[in-house]
């Protein structure tokens, strides 16, 4: 089971919204230090996140209710 996923420093500037549908175990991931500017309202719907680095990214939006099914979330 995956728990913790990095993918910083990757040059990603897109995340499809289903990217992340077979990860609902994970709880750390780092995006740091990549290129995203918009983040779709379900790219994280199915995770319960406790952990998540969006630092150093070009994020110009983030829509309500991301992160709604990461309550622990810091």
């Known amino acids: 089971v995956l728990l913790k996923l990095d993918l910083s ?3 990603l500037d897109f995340l499809h919204e289903n990217l992340f549908r077979e ?3 994970l709880i ?3 995006l740091s230090q990549n ?3 918009v983040i779709s309202k379900d ?3 199915y995770m319960l996140l406790e952990f998540l680095n969006l630092s150093f990214n070009q994020l110009e939006f983030i829509q309500k209710n991301l ?3 990461s309550q622990n979330l810091i």
């Open 9 to 11: 420093n990757n040059q």
């Open 23 to 25: 990860t609902n175990k």
């Open 28 to 30: 750390e991931m780092d």
């Open 35 to 37: 290129f995203l500017k």
């Open 43 to 45: 790219t994280f719907s």
């Open 67 to 69: 992160f709604k099914n």
